[in-house]
């Protein structure tokens, strides 16, 4: 009898310590991932004590939003600029299976596709433009941030991961090229504010011209008429404050 208690008791530990094993315990935003001999056996996500068949590996996954920041990396622009960029990612495990059986490493996975989606939409524009209907990294940035997001997720969505902001952190002109892009951006919005005040400064010489016609303020030759389009091209487009001359003779000799 002392024999067959120890071994019943023997048994009886054996039995007790493979239950109590398959108890564990899902913390909030956290999934464990059941496999049952390399099956698949489903996902336990609901929160505190759990108990599921002790032969079942129970892998841990994180749901937590998370983020990162990619490095900064060097690539040309649309138009053959070299520039830095980096942009952060806000993510966070959706697909639990997806995330541990369609890829090997899902958090090394994420990094290495956001950057090279970052590489990709960078060479699809413009550092910088003066046009507005042309979409450039630099001057667009919501509109960038949406593009981002959308093919950063395009490419996780096999790794059950889903993308919840993405916008550039740092943009740059790579340092070699930096001052002469410098320049070039200078000149460049020197030459389109120009161009904006020509536009504005004739607008306002025909207006007034049309309304000083159409109220019979003063009946005007074309020689007058030159003399007044002169006088408002050079106060309206000059860089300095202009001072006044009063005319007591004619422009008739």
Not at 122 to 128: N, Q, V
């Amino acid at each position: 009898m002392g024999g067959r208690a120890i071994i019943g008791f023997v048994i009886f530990e054996l039995v007790a310590a493979l239950v109590l094993s398959g108890f564990f315990v899902v913390n909030p935003n956290e999934a464990r991932v059941l496999q049952l001999f390399g099956r698949y056996a489903g996902t336990a996500r609901t929160e505190g004590l759990r108990w599921a068949n002790p032969f079942y590996t129970k892998r841990k996954i994180s749901q937590r939003v998370r983020s990162f920041e990619t490095e900064h990396l060097k690539v040309n622009d649309v138009d053959g600029n070299p520039i830095e960029i980096a942009a952060v990612v806000v993510w966070n495990v959706v697909d639990t299976a997806e995330a541990s059986f369609h890829v090997d490493n899902y958090e090394r996975f994420v990094h290495v596709q956001s950057e090279a989606a970052l590489r990709n939409l960078a060479t699809r524009h413009p550092y910088d433009v003066h046009e507005d209907s042309e979409v450039s990294l630099r001057g667009h940035t919501s509109v960038i941030a949406d593009q981002l997001k959308s093919e950063i997720q395009e490419r996780l969505v096999q790794a059950g991961v889903e993308v919840i902001e993405s916008r550039i952190s740092h943009l740059a002109y790579a340092p070699e090229i930096a001052q002469v892009m410098l320049q070039r951006q200078q000149a460049g919005a020197i030459i389109a504010a120009r161009t904006r005040i020509v536009e504005g400064t004739v607008g306002m010489v025909e207006m007034a011209l049309e309304k000083l016609a159409r109220n019979n303020v003063v009946e005007m030759d074309e020689e007058r008429k030159a003399q007044m389009v002169s006088n408002l091209l050079v106060v309206l487009c000059g860089e300095r404050s202009t001072q006044p001359i009063v005319n007591t003779g004619t422009i008739y000799q």
